[in-house]
């Protein structure tokens, strides 16, 4: 893909997001009205593994094309940066939460469904995110969400199927991760019941700016449930963030839960329906045929990752992720400033 497309062939406008991998610029392809995403990322500094991964992310996500995620349109390699087009989109769900503070449940519901339709699809074709937070998820036309930010992302061969290296944020992390224990791809399911979890009560359910304090937290503390939650909504987060994996909500039960799939006569449930694949086989099981430690070497301990970026957590973006796509990108912290619940706050523990 080297040289396929030429920096002369987009006028570069505003900066729009900046992450510790590079600058994102809103632009648009010459002589046509096609409004751009430029991701412009520097050689100078980066390691072999480092450039290995861009070239990977690229890979992974020329492959992609669903309404759920961000549409990759093109990529070159100069000898001393590279260049990633992505289509545009207007902000990110994270800038909704830090001005609106949570979410009524019907546009949880939405985001949900929307959410779970992205994940069917990617891990039908193998793929696991890594990376799954409210930065990653951008607002597109017509409110459509779009999944972005596949720098974490990893595609799982027929004899890699459970993997051991620490990717993430470390807030949306599953328990199996932060202990560094192998995984698969119920990681991203875990994830999005932490983000759903976030949008409706305003705050993760996990929540510390201390490292040790937030592991224990994610790996033996219950999820306390607070009021006027559905009964669906309940069970479906349940479902998502049981600590043990091989209990956790997984495919294809939870694309049938009624939380995500409502009314089944409604535009809602018939645009998901439609979007996720003909065969709906059960995608643990094709995750589980096999499983191997692979990856081991790539390793990173997770107090490297989630120290600092939970010490950061009120200034920052959690994590130091790429931004691959336009929005604020380096804005506060998801949950920036938002302490974790004590007691007597009217919440639910859970049963």
Known sequence: WVGRARMDDYHVQEQIGEGSFGKVFKGRRRYTSQIVALKYIAKHGKSEKDLRNLRSEISIQRKLEHPGIILLLDAFETETEFCIVTEFAQGELFEILEADGSLPEL????????????????????????????????????????????????????????????????????????????????VDLWSLGVILYELFRGEPPFYTNNIVALVGQIVKDPVVWPPGMSPDMKSFLKGLLIKDPKRRLAWPELADHPFVRGDPNSESCIAFNNSLPVARQSISQQFTQLAVRGDASNATPVSKNAKAAVSASKKTPHGSSTVTTPGKGSAGAGSGGRGTPGPGQGSEPTV
Do not use: W
């Open 107 to 186: 546009e949880v519901q939405n985001i949900a469904t929307q959410m779970v339709g992205a994940l069917h699809y990617l891990h039908s074709n193998r793929i696991i995110h890594r990376d799954m937070k409210p930065q990653n998820i951008l607002i597109g036309p017509d409110r459509q969400l779009k999944l972005c930010d596949f720098g974490f992302a990893r595609a799982m061969s027929q004899r890699t199927l459970v993997l051991t290296s620490v990717k993430g944020t470390p807030l949306y992390m599953a328990p199996e991760l932060v202990q560094e224990q192998p995984y698969n791809h119920t």
